[in-house]
């Protein structure tokens, strides 16, 4: 298990992120499970003008699993991206059960190793909103390459400066 610290540097003061990377065959039973999900959710993806398929899931306080994956438009950007297609669905049809724990995962069509799937900067700020709404923040697990995963105990350590979020 490595752990890592990053740390940005401005002028007035200083943002540090924790993360940890971890063998996907070091996961616990329920992470390993979720990013499993999200690795089945990569196949109903709708990418035929990038070629790379993004699968998302959500494990919600009841045990519900809720996945989704990229939808693209040929009117660009009309598509949306995995996490917000899983989060949205989790928020308007169970909006009273918090989410525990998203998993995302990505793969160029052709291939069969992940790419680093870091979210966008809309998919963040969304995340950033469910977090805010649900009162408390959800753990986030992104799969590499040679099968290690980025394990973030809270969504929002990836968008320090947030649109109006307190958490």
């Given at each position: 298990?490595?752990?890592?610290?990053?740390?940005?540097?401005?002028?007035?003061?200083?943002?540090?992120?924790?993360?940890?990377?971890?063998?996907?065959?070091?996961?616990?039973?329920?992470?390993?499970?979720?990013?499993?999900?999200?690795?089945?959710?990569?196949?109903?993806?709708?990418?035929?003008?990038?070629?790379?398929?993004?699968?998302?899931?959500?494990?919600?306080?009841?045990?519900?699993?809720?996945?989704?994956?990229?939808?693209?438009?040929?009117?660009?950007?009309?598509?949306?991206?995995?996490?917000?297609?899983?989060?949205?669905?989790?928020?308007?049809?169970?909006?009273?059960?918090?989410?525990?724990?998203?998993?995302?995962?990505?793969?160029?069509?052709?291939?069969?190793?992940?790419?680093?799937?870091?979210?966008?900067?809309?998919?963040?700020?969304?995340?950033?909103?469910?977090?805010?709404?649900?009162?408390?923040p959800f753990k986030l697990l992104l799969l590499y390459p040679n099968?290690?995963?980025?394990?973030?105990?809270?969504?929002?350590?990836?968008?320090?400066?947030?649109?109006?979020?307190?958490?």
């Amino acid at each position: 298990m490595l752990s890592i610290e990053y740390v940005y540097m401005s002028r007035t003061g200083k943002v540090e992120i924790d993360y940890t990377i971890v063998p996907l065959n070091e996961l616990g039973k329920e992470e390993a499970a979720l990013v499993k999900s999200a690795l089945q959710a990569r196949f109903t993806a709708h990418a035929p003008y990038s070629n790379f398929q993004v699968g998302a899931a959500a494990l919600l306080a009841d045990g519900t699993v809720v996945a989704g994956s990229n939808q693209e438009n040929r009117s660009f950007p009309a598509g949306l991206c995995a996490e917000r297609v899983c989060l949205y669905h989790a928020s308007s049809n169970y909006p009273d059960t918090p989410i525990e724990m998203l998993a995302v995962v990505a793969f160029p069509a052709k291939s069969e190793v992940a790419e680093p799937a870091h979210p966008c900067g809309g998919c963040r700020q969304v995340m950033m909103e469910m977090q805010h709404k649900q009162r408390r923040p959800f753990k986030l697990l992104l799969l590499y390459p040679n099968d290690e995963v980025l394990v973030l105990e809270k969504a929002s350590d990836l968008m320090p400066f947030p649109f109006e979020s307190e958490i």
